[in-house]
């Protein structure tokens, strides 16, 4: 109870930070029936707009998680190699003082 607590004070910090409409409906592995996160009017508002979209812009709206995980994966690679790149500069101008000093 208490982790369902946790996630559902998350979601509202999501509505609240990103300005946005948000509900959230979990499957369990031990009950057949769906539960929906937040009042059923929140849920419908969030449906209504999405089906108000064109087909091309729920297409646009819609996640592929494979396709997302595939533009994490490939930002985190990025953003992990100007760190190591910044690393070895920062590396190579302390070596450098340390040089000019004669501390090594």
Not at 36 to 42: A, G, K, R, T, V
Not at 45 to 50: C, G, L, N, T, Y
Request: glycine share 2%; aromatic share 6%.
């Amino acid at each position: 109870m208490h982790k369902k607590r946790g996630l559902t004070k998350k979601l509202d910090e999501i509505k609240v930070l990103c300005d946005i409409d948000a509900c959230a409906v979990i499957y369990s592995p031990f009950n057949s029936t769906p539960e929906i996160w937040l009042p059923n009017s929140e849920v419908h508002k969030v449906i209504e707009k999405f089906e108000i979209l064109t087909d091309e812009e729920q297409t646009e709206a819609s996640v592929n998680h494979e396709e997302f995980l595939t533009q994490t994966i490939t930002k985190d690679e990025k953003k992990v190699k100007r760190l190591t790149e910044d690393n070895i500069d920062k590396f190579m101008k302390e070596l450098m003082y340390a040089c000019l000093n004669g501390n090594l």
